[in-house]
């Protein structure tokens, strides 16, 4: 890891259900092993599902934050080895657009927010919302996931292209997941990556890929992290490179803290 400055790092998707939670969630797993302090913010705020991976049950979420109830460190879930979960709440239909002033809130308590970490990840759910558009404008730095399906490719690309062209994102990374081969998920990230140059001007970065595993579906029922259960399984030694990718490169000029991505995201949101 360059440094002591903390990383935050949107995970996000054109389309849903291409493994952004699942993905996270390892993540955080893999950087915990490595003795990082982790925090996840389980931004999809209509229907989490972070907690769920985990196992948990928090008693408290965003909503009592945004409603004022509470503070965020009091709404802070324990997850595996030391792993510190902002929990969304799952059904609340008032959290699938933020107002203005909830993300004033959660820019505020955000900045009150003193406990240490050194990876930030932003689960920020799918799709071109606000929502979402609102969480990665507040990262450094986001990665879109995608599959080699031509729908996930395609609502990948309208994700990237209101990224960059509506929130002067430059530098984005993509992170092909359920690919059957190298070959598969490089063409996939070629797609993408052609189309990007050519009508954005924009050109995107290759995280690597995770295969296809059918024991993703068994550990998410066990409630388990997949690379916890299969540490040798090639899914694992593939999280663990993207990782430490990520880790040793960062992509923007750390230049800021939490609050001063929050704060860059309100003037843009
Ligand atoms: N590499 C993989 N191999 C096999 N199955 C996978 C893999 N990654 C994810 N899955 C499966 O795909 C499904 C969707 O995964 P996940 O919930 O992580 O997606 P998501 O992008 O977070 O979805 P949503 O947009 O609804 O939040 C899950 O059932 C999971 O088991
Ligand atoms: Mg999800």
């Given at each position: 890891m360059n440094g002591n400055s903390p990383r935050i790092i949107a995970v996000s998707s054109g389309k849903g259900g291409v493994g952004k939670t699942n993905f996270v969630a390892n993540l955080a797993l893999f950087y915990a092993s490595l003795n990082k302090k982790v925090l996840i913010l389980d931004a999809d705020l209509g229907l989490s599902n972070i907690d769920v991976l985990f196992g948990i049950a928090p008693k408290y979420n965003l909503k009592h934050v945004l409603l004022g109830e509470k503070k965020i460190k009091d709404i802070i879930a324990a997850g595996p080895l030391g792993i510190m979960i902002l929990p969304a709440s799952s059904g609340i239909r008032e959290l699938t657009k933020l107002t203005d002033s909830h993300r004033l809130k959660l820019v505020s308590e955000l900045?009150?927010?003193?406990?240490?970490?050194?990876?930030?990840?932003?689960?920020?759910?799918?799709?071109?919302?606000?929502?979402?558009?609102?969480?990665?404008?507040?990262?450094?730095e986001t990665i879109v996931v995608v599959t080699p399906e031509p729908t996930s490719i395609a609502d990948a690309y309208a994700l990237i292209k209101v990224l960059s062209r509506d929130f002067g994102e430059r530098h984005l990374r993509v992170m092909v997941n359920t690919a059957r081969s190298e070959k598969e998920a490089f063409d996939t990230f070629r797609k993408l990556a052609i189309v990007a140059d050519k009508f954005l001007n924009l050109s995107i970065d290759y995280l690597g890929f995770l295969p296809f595993d059918q024991h993703v579906k068994d550990a998410i029922i066990a409630q388990k992290g997949f690379i916890a259960m299969y540490p040798n399984s090639a899914f694992t030694k593939k999280l663990a490179h993207i990782g430490k990718k990520v880790l040793d490169n960062p992509l923007n000029e750390v230049k800021g803290?939490?609050?001063?991505?929050?704060?860059?995201a309100l003037r843009v949101g």
């Open positions: 900045d009150d927010f003193d406990i240490p970490f050194d990876v930030f990840l932003i689960d920020t759910g799918a799709g071109i919302s606000d929502n979402v558009l609102f969480f990665c404008s507040a990262a450094q803290t939490i609050q001063f991505f929050l704060k860059k």
